[in-house]
């Protein structure tokens, strides 16, 4: 499976950002990891099959995911930014048992 990421970029404090995922075949769940300077990889936000979501709580009321109309496609959106959302966000997907990692997009907030 190939998951092809869009979206981040730079971004003040207070404002919004959409990342974009979409997966080459079928898969059973897809979301969002994020990695920041110094820390580990933390779970942001995924769609688990069905209408179950999981979401870290400290992005819940801000970032929401949701599937796109198009196939294997999940969006993230990410409002009232903060500086400390500030890191390498990584698509990530299971198929079929096996997980599966896109490239990472930087997400900047800063003034």
């Known amino acids: 499976v190939q998951l092809q990421a869009s979206g981040g970029g730079l971004v003040q404090p207070g404002g919004s950002l959409r990342l974009s995922c979409t997966a080459s075949r079928t898969i059973q769940s897809m979301g969002w990891y994020r990695q920041a300077p110094g820390k580990q990889r933390e779970l942001v936000a995924m769609?688990?099959?069905?209408?179950?979501?999981l979401t870290a709580d400290s992005v819940k009321g801000r970032f929401s995911i949701s599937t796109d109309d198009a196939p294997n496609t999940v969006q993230l959106q990410m409002n009232s930014l903060k500086p400390e959302d500030t890191a390498v966000y990584y698509c990530?997907?299971?198929?079929?048992?096996?997980?599966?990692w896109g490239r990472g997009t930087q997400v900047t907030v800063s003034s």
């Open positions: 769609l688990t099959g069905g209408d179950n979501t």
């Open positions: 990530h997907a299971i198929s079929f048992g096996s997980s599966y």
